[in-house]
């Protein structure tokens, strides 16, 4: 069991290098609050319909690991419980890294998923990959926890490019950064 | 150059008569006379006063989001519903003022398109022409950037003034003096979004504790006094989307889960007004009827509200669109009629006249046209309004 | 019968307006080759195959002519017969006009259209309109006489968006300037 | 900002426990362990050497011309086929360098977008972070555009300069000097398009009057001396793709009524090679078979040739795209294969590994990838190739 504040100051650390203390503390405030609005809640398989974009009929992109299930390059891969925009995994880069070329958001906002095989909620953090147009690959938008922009740690329809050297947006990861339980 | 031309013209016009050998001979035709020429240079102007047919679509255009636009749309015409279009560059936000006759613009350019020196501009756009008559510098690269939200960008003082949201993540507002071509003032707006038109001069906006904070300017622009009212926003459980629908200074909000909530900003200070009521039930919902799209709230001149509804609502679906509008009176608080869309639609306007169309934007781009007191569909637009439409705005 | 001496003097004068001299003499040059190096040819039928684009299912326009016949916001009208690019008549212009906000190129090259009404060749210059962004609208690619870029005034892949402020392109114009021969 | 951040973290540390306690028990699950934290911010890099499978798609982006792209495609690999974009703004022109390890895009931006002040710019990439290394700015707004030709921006003096195309419309090139970042100089090319590197170090084009122009340039880019061979282009009756299939420095054209044609560019001067020959014909044609496409030409690295065919042969018809591609051997001359394509495509490349595979650009925007022996139909990489794939370019 990792305490909040362990954790909170774990993620402080990663963060900050290469961002300024304001926006570090702008992420962490994302972040506790992020993962605070969340419920937990099922991965809905409608979530698969057209609304959410359908990944463009992209081959399936697998974990190869039991305990991370689900094609990658779906719209309903379940990390993606609250993501909005092009897929990373289809960009040239993964469901945690940008494609070469573009600098990932040091700020961000954050959801919390629950992945089907262990059960567990995972805290997800959106990080977009900035500096290269739209990717146009594996359009998604999935909206389980999205608040309106009065929470903007709990609003996808930011452009989170922000904190980087260019605001230009060209696709979103979902990066595991934690548990919201154990 | 000159000699360039001129020489391709000796080599060729030899040439030209062998291409004049091939021509069909015109005796045996009913047409006596040629087409005329046609004058060059020609460029079209839009009329100093739009129909009433007429609105503006922002296409968000998510494969090029740097190259946003807004089409200007006659919803009359079948054959030529595009009329021009405007540049709503990088998550731009856009107004429109009769009274100015101005299209504005609130955009971000790079230096080398993606990469560069950043610079945010207000671009203000003359109606007739559609073409640019100036612009405002933003400094400081802050210019919020989000899918696009008309309460971004606002009006106040008479549409004297401009209001745009700034977010980097830390949140304030810059008024602009439109004439003056200037930033006159900056607010900080610590834990709030959105902009709402408050009173003559001023705005309010909703904030994460829930409350609801409004300022009122002075005439320099400057923060004159400001009130926060409590609990008027229950974030978690009935949240509203940010887009109302405006009746005057009143605002209709419709909530994720379909609850009607007027706020009345006439006054300097944002109230929620009394008697929130919801739109209900209806069969055909696998689980429940919701709100869903991007603008999901309309009304006509009369005051009757449209909202865009999904038939598949549940936690995370008010923006997969909708199926059909519902039309609620919010003097009787009493849903009046549902109205069958097409296909699944993600915004929804109305024309301003007596007889008003309802304007649907599709999730597939295409532009329906219906008559909302009967909900008969009229006629479709195709994809006039460009890629990815989201929103209408009817001037 | 104009002399083509008569029909290019005229041409120069009417262009002359707002250009430089040299675009003019460009211009007078392109106008020239354009109008010698086309044999005069039947519309294709088969042009109004997706190769050539198909005006993205937009509602006909007529000109109201029964002597102009066709769908101006069809690839298959008589007077597209060489043009590349999006319609005018589906982006706020008409087939001899641009769309507000854009600039109409001085320089552009010129085909030959056989109008199937009179069965006259007419002289058809498609003028681009700049300064806005891709149209969008009724994208149409036909190639009735085009030829290599080694000559210029008779190839159409060139962005004819010169001698205007800026070279962005919006659409392209099929506008009347002449008839071959009478 | 830092306050307003402070608070929000006060504000709901508290709530956060409650989301916690939502959370699902673990002790019934089969893992023990929760996956892992992943890094923050991680990106990606391209190998030092490129696989022989990976190759560079241009999608000309015709919604937004303005943001065009270079598209890097391993067409090795189904699931993951797009490894990273570059940048390729308005009418853009693509260079690929394994010995530079660069990419080079000359390109031209407005200061607003689509308005204001023009540069032009040769941007120089890393082709392993895919991040600019540098740009050589182009004075006078001339850079020529087109839908993208590769012979209007190309190496010479051993990749160690780039030749690039101008036209207002009076037609240059300029010089330069990658290593320095500078211009070194410029040559009048009047009635002369398309640049073919030729020698060491110079360039040939082919003129208005169906004659090639040859350049041989000096040690400071300036040219020392030029030639005209005249009558070798019939522009009328055989106009050749400006766009040949490369065998070291010899050039492989094809007319648009599938006549062959190869040109020697080894010397100071370009040579045509004697012996042109015709595809043929074929059945299954109306009216006959020519070549149609955007890029329709191509070779393997053992130097057998690949056209792209249209069924639909006639005046006008060579940039429709085609349904088959036709295998030729030079040197016996002859047709010796028809593969079928599963589309009508409009550009086709070959791997240069010793198993070539044939890659295919549809009109749809899909990329198919055959074996080039059999003909046989292996992978399809979906719209790897962005909007409107229309070059294939294997480094």
């Known amino acids: ?182 | 150059m000159k000699s360039f031309a001129l020489a391709l013209a000796l080599l060729t016009s030899g040439a030209s008569f062998v291409g004049a050998a091939f021509a069909a001979p015109t005796a045996t035709v009913p047409f006596p006379k040629a087409l005329a020429e046609e004058p060059i240079p020609m460029v079209e102007k839009l009329p100093a006063q739009w129909p009433a047919s007429w609105i503006l679509v922002h296409d968000f255009h998510f494969n090029s989001i740097l190259d946003g636009r807004v089409m200007i749309i006659d919803t009359a015409s079948v054959d030529r519903p595009v009329r021009g279009m405007v540049r709503a560059a990088q998550f731009a936000n856009m107004l429109a003022s009769s009274s100015r006759r101005e299209i504005l613009t609130s955009e971000t350019f790079y230096s080398r398109l993606t990469q560069g020196v950043r610079t945010d501009v207000v671009s203000i756009w003359d109606m007739v022409t559609l073409l640019p008559k100036g612009e405002i510098v933003l400094p400081g690269g802050k210019r919020q950037q989000s899918v696009t939200y008309p309460q971004l960008f606002q009006f106040t003082n008479g549409q004297k003034w401009a209001l745009v949201a700034n977010f980097t993540p830390a949140q304030s507002v810059s008024v602009l003096d439109l004439d003056a071509r200037k930033i006159i003032s900056e607010i900080d707006l610590p834990g709030c979004a959105q902009l709402y038109p408050t009173g003559v001069r001023g705005f309010s906006s909703f904030c994460a504790d829930g409350s609801l904070f409004s300022v009122a300017l002075g005439p320099d622009g400057k923060a004159v006094t400001s009130k926060v009212v409590e609990n008027v926003h229950d974030i978690d459980n009935q949240p509203m989307f940010g887009t109302p629908a405006w009746q005057g200074q009143t605002a209709w909000f419709v909530s994720y889960r379909g609850r009607i909530q007027g706020f009345d900003f006439s006054g300097e200070v944002g109230k929620a007004l009394p008697g929130a009521f919801d739109l209900g039930s209806a069969e055909g919902a696998a689980p429940e009827w919701r709100p869903g799209g991007w603008q999901v709230i309309a009304n006509d001149a009369a005051g009757k509200l449209y909202v865009l509804m999904s038939p598949n609502g549940r936690e995370g679906s008010h923006k997969d669109g909708g199926t059909e509008v519902w039309v609620a009176d919010p003097a009787s608080k009493t849903r009046t009629a549902r109205i069958a869309l097409r296909s699944v639609a993600l915004a929804i306007g109305l024309t301003k006249d007596a007889k008003p169309n309802l304007i649907v934007a599709r999730a597939d781009g295409e532009i329906d046209v219906h008559d909302a007191a009967t909900g008969a569909f009229l006629r479709s637009l195709g994809k006039a309004g460009g890629d990815n439409p989201i929103l209408i705005t009817v001037p």
Chains 1, 3 share one sequence.
């Open chain 1, 1 to 182: 069991m990792i305490s909040l504040d362990k954790w909170t100051e774990r993620l402080t650390r990663r963060v900050a290098r290469g961002t300024s203390r304001r926006s570090t503390l702008a992420w962490l405030g994302a972040t506790i609050t992020g993962a605070a609005v969340f419920p937990v809640l099922p991965v809905a398989r409608a979530a698969s319909g057209s609304p959410h974009g359908g990944g463009g009929g992209h081959a399936p992109i697998s974990s190869g690991n039991p305990q991370d299930p689900g094609d990658q390059a779906s719209c309903d891969y379940w990390r993606y419980c609250a993501i909005d925009g092009f897929l990373c995994s289809c960009c040239g880069g993964s469901v945690s890294t940008c494609p070469p070329g573009t600098e990932m958001s040091p700020i961000t906002w954050v959801g919390t998923c629950t992945n089907p095989a262990d059960k567990r909620a995972y805290v997800i953090s959106y990080n977009d990959c900035c500096g290269v147009s739209s990717c146009g690959q594996c359009l998604c938008n999935r909206n389980e926890g999205d608040r309106p922009q009065v929470r903007p740690q709990s609003n996808n329809d930011y452009n989170w490019c922000l904190g980087t050297e260019s605001s230009i947006y060209n696709c979103s990861t979902a990066v595991i950064i934690g548990v919201a339980s154990e």
